[in-house]
T-cell receptor, first 115, second 112 residues
Framework: DQQVKQNSPSLSVQEGRISILNCDYT??????FLWYKKYPAEGPTFLIS?????DKNEDGRFTVFLNKSAKHLSLHIVPSQPGDSAVYFC??????????????FGGGTRLMVKP | DSGVTQTPKHLITATGQRVTLRCSPR?????VYWYQQSLDQGLQFLIH???????AKGNILERFSAQQFPDLHSELNLSSLELGDSALYFC???????????FGQGTRLTVV
């Protein structure tokens, strides 16, 4: 049972355009969401996060949008750069006490930004 | 560089064997997490320790165990290894359970 899903395994975008990566979740107890970027042979790198009390969080070229009613979040990268080419993971967690900081990850989306 | 150090980077071992993966968290981080990334399962949470105590457990097999030592480094022990245990094992750390986790580069385990 995948509680966090990234339905697009890959996405190709032209340099300078917008990249939109999508993520859906099923567990209504999730209240904090994160995006990680992963290059080959490296560990995931934290990018941006959003709490369920917000619907948008922006950090430079990266913006995350949260639609709680649809249980959907998206990551927008504007403008996209070739260095953004990586695998992007959506992750979610609940602040329930016995959950620790357990992150549930989506399967990842491979973003390719073409020069 | 995330500041989280994992050793070894690569490990090849035979079925039935036992291995120990080591993780040094970022300076000052009390929380350590272990994740497994296999080809067909994505990133799966294994276990979380906070200041030496187990805080949460995920889908960790009984053949696997972990601990966090007083100096806050952590070890993940995998025993009676099977071919299906071949995967990337990531350690992550954070100052406390409510902050973002920073991942190490991972240990690639190959069981032959």
């Amino acid at each position: 049972d995948q509680q966090v899903k990234q339905n697009s395994p890959s996405l190709s975008v032209q340099e300078g355009r917008i990249s939109i990566l999508n993520c859906d979740y099923t567990n209504s107890m999730f209240d904090y969401f994160l995006w990680y970027k992963k290059y080959p042979a490296e560990g995931p790198t934290f990018l941006i996060s959003i709490s369920s009390i917000k619907d948008k969080n922006e950090d430079g070229r990266f913006t995350v949008f949260l639609n709680k009613s649809a249980k959907h979040l998206s990551l927008h990268i504007v403008p996209s750069q070739p260095g953004d080419s990586a695998v992007y993971f959506c992750a979610a967690r609940t602040s329930l006490r016995n959950a620790g900081n357990m992150l549930t990850f989506g399967g990842g989306t491979r973003l390719m930004v073409k020069p | 560089d995330s500041g989280v150090t994992q050793t070894p980077k690569h490990l090849i071992t035979a079925t039935g064997q036992r291995v120990t993966l080591r993780c040094s968290p970022r300076s000052g981080d009390l929380s350590v997490y272990w994740y497994q990334q296999s080809l067909d399962q994505g990133l799966q949470f294994l276990i979380h320790y906070y200041n030496g105590e187990e805080r949460a457990k995920g889908n960790i097999l009984e053949r696997f165990s972990a601990q966090q030592f007083p100096d806050l480094h952590s070890e993940l022990n995998l025993s009676s290894l099977e071919l299906g245990d071949s995967a990337l094992y990531f350690c992550a750390s954070s100052p406390n359970p409510n902050t973002e986790a920073f991942f190490g580069q991972g240990t690639r385990l190959t069981v032959v």
